[in-house]
């Protein structure tokens, strides 16, 4: 089964609830983690795990044979990104914006594209005790994140018994990679206008990837109830209410697990874990 946490917007919690669950259910049984927040990779933080593995991964772009290209301008004009420009008498690629999708190799009627190939990254595992993390880290400048994250979650194998992601934040193509073929998806929403407003984008583009889902509210104040009130209107059920408390952020900034830290919100989390492993569905 495979649990991704998720969120609209950077900076909502979303790690923190993916690192605390998972301490939890690491206490009774082995717990996969693959850390899809490949731009910016921190999970690993809230964990001292050594790492057994690294090495890097690499994606597709096009190897242009200029003997047989008769610069006809097919590979240019269906690349979407954008990575190709046809001269009269050259192919120009430029590697940094190839997302390796194969299309213009498909495509080029005189098979003149062959297959290069260019680093976009590495992965690594670390491991101990009943807990296995795989990282993906984007090299800089490099724009695949799809094809890392697509890395990062071959790592982990079908025979996992449960599998915790942390998606990267927003709903672009990153974050659509991580949780198109999710179990259950847990979105954090921040409880102020912005994080209204982003858990808004990300319920749209779960339930247009139709996975089950539920949301957890975090950083709730009393005076701002605005995120309950959209969830009540949308039949959205609510998993857990993570308070704004100081406690909670310093403990965070120091990479604790919040239910070991801080006892008394283990309850919020235990209720957040049985109902993702329950797969409780909400609105889909
Ligand atoms: S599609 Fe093939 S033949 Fe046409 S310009 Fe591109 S590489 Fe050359
Ligand atoms: S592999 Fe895809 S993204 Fe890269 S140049 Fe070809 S069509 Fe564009």
Not at 156 to 174: K, N, R
Not at 195 to 209: A, F, K, N
Not at 245 to 268: D, F, H, K, N, W
Request: net charge negative; proline share 6%; glycine share 8%.
């Amino acid at each position: 089964m495979t649990i991704t946490v998720a969120s609209g917007k950077g900076g909502s919690g979303k790690t923190m609830v993916t690192a605390s669950l998972a301490a939890l259910l690491a206490q009774e049984q082995p717990v996969t983690l693959l850390d899809l927040d490949v731009e910016e990779p921190n999970l690993h933080l809230f964990f001292d795990l050594p790492v057994r593995r690294e090495g890097p991964v690499w994606s597709m772009i096009p190897d242009i044979d200029e003997e047989r290209c008769t610069h006809c301008g097919v590979c240019s004009s269906i690349c979407e990104f954008n990575a190709l420009l046809v001269l009269e008498e050259q192919v120009l690629v430029f590697p940094e914006l190839c997302k390796g999708c194969r299309g213009c190799a498909v495509l080029c009627p005189e098979g003149a594209v062959g297959d290069g190939r260019k680093m976009i990254g590495t992965l690594e595992t670390r491991q101990g005790g009943a807990m296995t993390l795989h990282s993906g880290r984007l090299r800089v400048s490099e724009t695949a994140a799809p094809a890392l994250i697509r890395a990062v979650k071959e790592r982990a194998g079908a025979s996992e018994p449960v599998v915790i992601c942390d998606a990267p934040p927003g709903t672009s193509c990153s974050a659509v990679e991580a949780v198109r073929d999710a179990d259950f998806v847990i979105l954090v929403g921040e409880a102020t206008p912005l994080g209204l407003h982003d858990l808004e984008l990300m319920v749209r583009t779960v339930r247009q990837l139709e996975r089950p889902y539920g949301v957890v509210i975090n950083k709730a104040v009393p005076q701002d109830r605005s995120v309950h009130a959209f969830c009540a209107s949308e039949s959205i059920e609510v998993l857990g209410i993570i308070p704004h408390s100081r406690a909670i952020a310093q403990a965070c900034a120091q990479g604790r697990r919040i239910p070991e830290a801080l006892p008394a919100t283990y309850t919020v989390f235990e209720h957040i874990l049985r109902a993702a492993l329950r797969r409780e569905v909400t609105a889909v």
